[in-house]
């Protein structure tokens, strides 16, 4: 599975949009960009994943690059509940659970 | 329907103990996975169990070992407990097919305490 990097915090307004960046520059044709948060002492949380289109559901949008080196994910308006740690893993689809995560991104969301 | 469920909480055990953590998984996932986190080296992950047998292993000495049942269930054993194992043990369930296997959802984990 591909390596990606990540800032290793950001802040964010209240009401406004968070953008997490994520570089995968290593990333191959059949892997996925998937984006889990962690809230303090629970378990991490599932957000939205892509293959090469952009992805959006209630939660996020995930924007992928032409050239699938980088995505952002977008949280459109961003709540204090929202304050986590991000992480973006890239993974083949196949039949295994088997998840790579990294240090993530801890976005901390100001009123 | 009921998320993944793991037991006990918490947990304190003394060095050279084993001790067994129990993970229901959401009703129709078949592929349990566990995961241990620690402030050192963040979140790794250990094995995941599908229709009862081990899929994958990650990067642990043999003392970590799991089992799954014909429920779903999992259980994993730590023998010989060691200081460094204090950590969140989180268990996560998913389908186990192709179409979800990547979507993962996670326990709030059990937090244990070797003293």
């Known amino acids: 599975d591909a390596k990606t990097t990540q800032p290793p915090s950001m802040d964010c307004a209240e009401g406004r949009a968070a953008n997490l960046p994520c570089n995968h520059s290593t990333i191959s044709g059949n892997e996925y960009v998937y984006w889990y948060r962690q809230i303090h002492s629970q378990g991490p949380q599932y957000i939205i994943h892509g293959l090469k289109n952009n992805e959006t559901n209630e939660m996020a949008s995930l924007i992928i690059t032409e050239d699938r080196k980088s995505s952002t994910l977008i949280l459109p308006h961003a709540t204090l509940r929202d304050t986590a740690v991000y992480y973006c893993i890239v993974r083949v689809s196949s039949n295994t659970g088997k998840l790579i995560f990294g240090q993530g991104t801890t976005l901390q969301v100001k009123p | 329907k009921a998320g993944v469920t793991q037991t006990p909480r918490y947990l304190i055990k003394t060095r050279g103990q084993q001790v067994t953590l129990s993970c229901s998984p959401i009703?129709?996932?078949?592929?349990v996975s566990w995961y241990q986190q620690t402030p050192g080296q963040g979140l790794q992950f250990l094995f995941e169990?599908?229709?009862?047998?081990?899929?994958n292993k990650g990067n642990f000495p043999g003392r970590f070992s799991g089992r799954q049942f014909s429920n779903s269930r999992s259980e994993m054993n730590v023998s010989t407990l060691e200081l460094g194992d204090s950590a969140l043990y989180l268990c996560a369930s998913s389908p186990g097919d192709l179409a979800g296997v990547g979507e993962q959802y996670f326990g709030p984990g059990t937090r244990l305490t070797v003293t």
């Open positions: 169990y599908f229709s009862e047998t081990q899929r």
């Open positions: 009703s129709g996932h078949r592929s």
